[in-house]
């Protein structure tokens, strides 16, 4: 907990086994009230792995996708009270030590929204590839330009927010398109065009390239992310 905010950390996962126990025992519990972790239908041991070390686990029966992995973990937020989300991947690319540095804006300055950035304050991507390196820095480039925000890395994973955000009609996270990788950007973008307060935050991001660094399949799921942009620009989605 930090001041009298009431604080969860939601991380979905989908056969992390091997990882998720350090991403659980890796969050400070001095600031952190509760873990959720989200198994979006592992076949591997995630589930026992996040138990022993900690957290609650919800499980769902068959993969749904990320998006409604974190759809689940919101909705739990926000019928037991938390007042703050903090979003973590369940792959141990991020530092949970360097969450203060999400919370803090949120906590102490009123932002509504704060993105990680791997770009920023001296931090930095450790065995970052070069295709990642140069397909974030467009990603972020065309959501700048989309939004008018300042953005530096739109598809960090690592980010907190208000739980009053997910009471706002006009953010709708139950839409079936945002199953995959699309509710995250589209979050991050209603913010913006809705005038809360927003900033970025300095993290740092470690890829595991002996392990495999991503999920994200080729084609499908760049398209999968970059959509929410492109239809909410145009007004094709709500």
């Known amino acids: 907990m ?28 001095r600031i952190v009230d509760e873990i959720l972790v989200v198994d979006d239908g592992s076949t591997d041991n995630t589930k ?28 739990y937020a926000l ?17 949970g030590g360097e969450m203060d540095l999400l919370l803090r804006p949120i906590v102490e300055e009123g932002y509504d929204f704060v993105q990680g950035s791997r770009r920023l304050g001296g931090k930095r991507a450790v065995n970052l590839p070069l ?7 467009g990603y972020s480039w065309l959501f700048r330009m ?8 739109g598809t960090n994973g690592f980010r907190a927010f208000r739980t009053s955000l997910l ?9 079936d398109w ?22 970025e935050a300095p993290v740092t991001k470690v890829y595991h390239l002996d392990k495999g660094y991503t999920k994200m399949v080729a084609f499908r799921d760049w398209w999968r992310i970059l959509r929410p942009l492109i239809f909410l620009k145009l007004g094709l989605k709500k």
Do not use: W
């Open 2 to 29: 930090m001041g009298e905010s009431k604080i969860i950390l939601v991380v979905p996962a989908l056969n992390e086994q091997g990882k998720i126990g350090r991403v659980v025992r890796g969050a400070p519990g």
């Open 48 to 75: 026992k792995e996040a138990e022993e070390a900690g957290a609650k686990v919800i499980s769902h029966p068959n993969n749904k996708g990320v998006g409604a992995a974190l759809r689940t973990g919101m909705e």
């Open 79 to 95: 019928t037991q009270g938390f007042d703050i989300v903090v979003i973590m991947g369940g792959d141990d690319q991020d530092r």
């Open 131 to 137: 295709f990642r390196r140069v397909t974030t820095k």
């Open 146 to 153: 989309l939004t008018g925000f300042p953005c530096t890395d």
């Open 167 to 175: 009471k706002d009609e006009r953010i709708n996270l139950r839409q």
């Open 178 to 199: 945002l199953n995959t990788y699309e509710l995250e950007p589209y979050l991050f973008y209603k913010t913006i065009e809705l005038g809360y307060k927003v900033q």
